[in-house]
């Protein structure tokens, strides 16, 4: 609109000075209506139209950012969710975090299930990690080990260790990546991905898992992975 133009016009006199929420506001602007937007930005100073590019991808660098917290048996809800002051359960780190961000996992045992309803992206996915190769342990879940909510895209699970979960030692929805894990002794499949695409396997060890008549699969997969 062209009103829009001389508003922006206006205002861009100050560019020089500008901040996160006046960038945000910019970004949707130009979702909006780009071309009176372009328009405006052409009338600009060279200076003006520097800071503007630099404010912008300023922001953007801080949307990109993903968040790291840590988790450990001994940890406390009072904490942080820092490498040196860690949360308590996994559920808990989940609860606090969104899409995109890192839970790392410290060395121990997780007698809890893990359900994940937090997507990702593809840039940025939802991570779950072992701080060190199968050294956390998801123990005895009566349910899955770890279950992706259906709906729920863009995880990554890597190297946990999914010890006798009562059904599926890890159940993943779309575009999830499961590596370096070790998921044994499960009472139905050791991996379950139904009715899914995208779904990536890297380099786990699955075994002896399955003591249902039925669903005794190591790795089950259906859709188009």
């Known amino acids: ?11 861009s006199i100050h560019a020089n000075r500008c901040c996160a929420f006046r960038c945000t506001g910019l970004l949707r602007l130009w979702i909006r209506c780009p071309y009176p937007l372009a328009l405006a930005v052409g009338q600009l100073s060279y200076r003006t139209k520097r800071d503007l590019l630099l404010c912008v991808v300023i922001c953007q660098t801080l949307v ?21 002051s860690p ?5 808990f ?24 309803e937090l997507s990702g992206t593809a840039g940025q996915p939802t991570v779950i990690r072992s701080q060190r190769k199968w050294e956390a342990i998801i123990l005895g879940s009566p349910t899955h080990g770890i279950y992706v909510a259906d709906g729920v895209t863009n995880v990554v699970i890597d190297g946990l260790q999914v010890v006798s979960a009562a059904i599926d030692g890890v159940k993943v929805g779309s575009y ?3 590596r370096n894990c070790w ?13 899914t695409r995208g779904t990536m396997l890297e380099r786990n060890l699955i075994e002896h898992n399955g003591t249902d008549p039925v669903f005794d699969h190591g790795i089950y997969l259906s859709g188009t992975n």
Do not use: C
């Open 87 to 91: 949360w308590p359960s996994v559920g």
């Open 64 to 84: 990109a950012q993903p968040v790291e917290y840590f988790v450990s048996p001994s940890g406390n809800p009072t904490n942080s969710g820092s490498a040196t």
């Open 183 to 195: 998921i044994h002794h499960s009472g139905r499949q050791g991996v379950s991905a139904h009715r």
């Open 176 to 178: 999830a990546t499961v």
């Open 1 to 11: 609109r062209p009103e829009m133009s001389k508003v922006l016009m206006s205002d």
């Open 93 to 116: 780190a989940l609860a606090n975090a969104t899409g995109g961000d890192l839970i790392t996992l410290l060395p121990g045992t997780y007698a809890e299930p893990v359900v994940l």
